[in-house]
């Protein structure tokens, strides 16, 4: 089961990409939040993690 969606604090009300992040046990939720019944891509916590660690680090830069 998933928490709540949170929505990113890079979101705003201009129209931009936007994301929100639901956690669970042992996953992690992820949908567009200008369309949540279009789908959830799923991954478990760890990879994530590696993910998310990536981005804020500046790797995955274009």
Do not use: I, Q, T, Y
Not at 8 to 28: M, P
Not at 34 to 57: D, E, H, M, T, Y
């Amino acid at each position: 089961m998933l928490g709540a969606w949170r929505k990113s604090s890079r979101s705003n009300s201009s129209g931009g990409s936007c994301v929100e992040l639901a956690c669970g046990d042992e996953v992690r939720a992820v949908r567009d939040s200008k369309n949540p019944g279009a789908g959830v891509l799923v991954v478990g916590g760890r990879s994530a993690a590696a993910f998310l660690a990536a981005v804020k680090s500046g790797r995955l830069d274009g």
